[in-house]
């Protein structure tokens, strides 16, 4: 079983196109808590209240971090989204985390990003545009198979 992690923007659908695209495959998908206002208030929520907003974030983000780390650590292939809404910065710190940490990184953002992302893609073995992309090297990975219209031909 491929065990991937699924990190990065959380406004789009990419992650279900990944995982509806993979059925039948053999591969387990995890990722970071993708409900916004929970994961911005699981530390408060769970450790209680704090009067400072840099407080707040701490808490939450030592807990997000928790998730991401075991995730990261435990996954075969390491998949970063980075959207074109907002600046990711845990996404490339995620990006970053991977690769030293010798995984699998697969970077996924669109050709608007491209310079900006450029050393982010330099640590990747493989960067996509789409969602449907990385459903393919997932399938390509596990069982050699390409995709029936290939973009060469």
Same mark, same amino acid.
């Given at each position: 079983?491929?065990?991937?992690?699924?990190?990065?923007?959380?406004?789009?659908d990419?992650r279900?196109?990944?995982v509806?695209?993979?059925?039948?495959?053999d591969?387990?998908f995890?990722? =970071?808590v993708?409900?916004?206002?929970?994961?911005d208030?699981?530390?408060?929520?769970?450790?209680?209240?704090? $009067?400072?907003?840099?407080?707040?974030?701490?808490?939450g983000?030592?807990?997000?971090?928790?998730?991401?780390?075991?995730?990261? $650590?435990?996954?075969?292939?390491?998949?970063?989204?980075?959207?074109?809404?907002y600046?990711?910065?845990?996404?490339?710190?995620?990006?970053?985390?991977?690769?030293a940490l010798?995984?699998s990184?697969?970077?996924?953002?669109?050709p608007?990003?491209?310079?900006?992302?450029?050393?982010?893609d330099?640590?990747?073995?493989?960067?996509?545009?789409? =969602?449907?992309?990385?459903?393919?090297?997932?399938?390509?990975?596990?069982?050699?198979?390409? =995709?029936?219209?290939?973009?060469d031909?």
């Amino acid at each position: 079983m491929l065990k991937v992690y699924l990190s990065g923007e959380i406004h789009t659908d990419w992650r279900d196109r990944i995982v509806a695209g993979a059925e039948g495959l053999d591969v387990r998908f995890d990722g =970071p808590v993708t409900d916004h206002a929970a994961s911005d208030d699981c530390g408060a929520a769970i450790l209680g209240a704090e $009067e400072s907003r840099f407080w707040h974030d701490r808490k939450g983000a030592g807990l997000n971090a928790i998730r991401t780390r075991r995730g990261i $650590e435990g996954a075969d292939v390491v998949v970063v989204r980075f959207g074109d809404k907002y600046k990711q910065w845990n996404a490339a710190f995620d990006a970053g985390q991977a690769a030293a940490l010798g995984k699998s990184l697969i970077v996924l953002h669109g050709p608007e990003h491209q310079h900006a992302l450029k050393e982010v893609d330099a640590a990747a073995l493989a960067v996509a545009e789409t =969602p449907e992309q990385v459903v393919q090297m997932l399938r390509y990975v596990l069982t050699g198979a390409l =995709p029936e219209t290939r973009a060469d031909a």
